[in-house]
């Protein structure tokens, strides 16, 4: 089994991208964009954190984070996350046997892409990386929209 170690710094600003299992064509994230809010609202709640950036596109959603002083667990949030999520779609999928024996859903993948963003000049790059990905993937005609 692969071991994942992940970059941890108390206070930390953190660049994610979260994935749906099944990806395209799939427009759950804005259809339901509302749930996911109140998840991470209710995330914030015991599991504090500053929002720098979000962008939700339909299938994937690219943020970054800053965590409290003394705290470096961005895991156990996007854990809450994803089940308050999930746990108000309705159960439409087919999940897996592997998925239901472990009590998963089958709406979000596993695991999450992290980088900790180290300065400056990558915190910019993020930003803008978040500005950019809904012109990438054809979603508006110019950043600004």
């Known amino acids: ?3 994942y170690r992940r970059y941890r710094i108390p206070g930390g600003t953190y660049f994610f991208t ?3 299992l099944e990806r395209y064509p799939n427009d759950l994230l804005i259809r339901h964009i509302d749930v996911l809010r109140q998840a991470v609202k209710e995330t914030r709640k015991c599991w504090p954190f500053y929002i720098d950036s979000w ?3 339909p ?3 690219h943020c ?3 965590l409290p002083g003394a705290d470096d667990d961005n895991s156990n949030r996007w854990r809450v996350i994803k089940q308050t999520f999930s746990k108000a779609m309705p159960m439409i999928e087919r999940p897996s ?3 239901v024996a472990r009590g998963e859903r089958g709406i979000w993948q596993r695991r999450f892409c992290e980088h900790t963003i180290v300065d400056d000049a990558d915190y910019a790059a993020h930003v803008d990386y978040c500005h950019i990905n809904p012109l990438k993937h054809g979603l508006v005609k110019q950043v600004a929209d």
Do not use: Q, S
């Open 1 to 3: 089994m692969p071991d």
């Open 18 to 20: 979260v994935n749906l």
């Open 55 to 57: 962008v939700v596109l």
């Open 59 to 61: 299938d994937h959603l």
């Open 64 to 66: 970054i984070w800053t």
């Open 97 to 99: 046997v592997v998925r």
